[in-house]
């Protein structure tokens, strides 16, 4: 919470001595889901967002957003993944770059560029990372095609105190270029710090919170095409946990989109995380609903099979999931 009441400070700083704008929004996502043990219906998400503008008369000052959480199903340690945004961003100046401070998506891989917070899909960040939101300090811009993000965070997840003393540093270099008619984003991450760590038998209790800390090292690699009516997301990531000693870990992502017409878009998914101890893998298919000239709200729906592969367990399971994002 100290970060969000810096971030209010600076917001009322700013506006005494200039001009603001503010615009208010949100999103309802309820959820359908049926699966081997029955059905359930929820409210994943009931939320507000605040986003204020700063400026003088010459240039902009501060950019900053506040994620309200109204309520929703999402309880427990986890509910860290997807809540909690709370950051400013200050621009240097024309060709120069922005500071960003608060709680944001470490800009790792995909992260960085797609917000998946609304989707039924998503990349394989919790296992092969272990957190999305994190309060830190950090730089972002372009440099010629080349979007560059740093960022030094806790490693405790949003709304917590470094409990470890231990930060984690997040670098990301990623030239976009047009391959003829695709638009194409090439990415490179690092990563090196103290974060949560679940072994693979431990997964399902991630909503617990993590009982023990490790130092992670990690490289990645991502791809974004956008090519007419086809949009591909390619993710690969390696690294060491603990030491470099410790054997290879490793997870990978791979998404497909289509749209049929502007309003129905088919996707397919798959995903992976590998260690020592065995593999958990999710292979996922949806179709999107857009309703023509209504930009409010969007249907998902997904088709998903878990496969959890270790020394003790040898698991399987599947659901299906209707979803709703309303926004406003």
Partial sequence: MRSRSLLVLALVAGIAVAGTSVRLGGALIPRFTYERM???????????????????ETRDILTALIQVRAGGAMSGWTSGFHFGEAYALFPLGLSLPTIRVGQAVIPFGLLADY????????????????LRLDPGLGVLGVLGHIDYRLWLSNGNGPDRM???????????LAPRFLLGDADVTL???????????????????????????????????????????????????AGKDSTLAQPLVFGYYGEARYALVRWLEPMVAYDGFHTDEGSARTL???????????????????????????????????????QLVVRF
């Fill in 38 to 56: 029955g059905s359930s219906f929820d409210l994943m998400s009931a939320e507000g967002n605040i986003q204020a503008q700063v400026t003088s």
């Fill in 115 to 130: 917000d998946i917070h609304t989707q039924i899909i998503q990349t394989p960040y919790a296992r092969t990372l272990g």
């Fill in 162 to 172: 470094d409990n470890d003393m231990g930060k984690v540093f997040t670098v990301r």
């Fill in 187 to 237: 990415g490179l991450s690092g990563l090196y710090g103290s974060l949560p760590y679940w072994s693979l038998d431990s997964l399902a209790k991630m909503d617990e919170g993590p009982r023990s800390y490790k130092v992670k090292y990690r490289l990645g690699l991502d791809n974004t095409t956008d090519w007419g009516p086809l949009t591909l997301r390619l993710e690969g990531v």
């Fill in 284 to 322: 996922s298919a949806g179709l999107n609903f857009y309703p023509p000239n209504i930009s409010a709200f969007e249907i998902q729906t997904a088709y998903q099979r878990n496969f959890l592969n270790t020394a003790t367990q040898n698991m399987e399971d599947w659901h299906v999931i209707a």
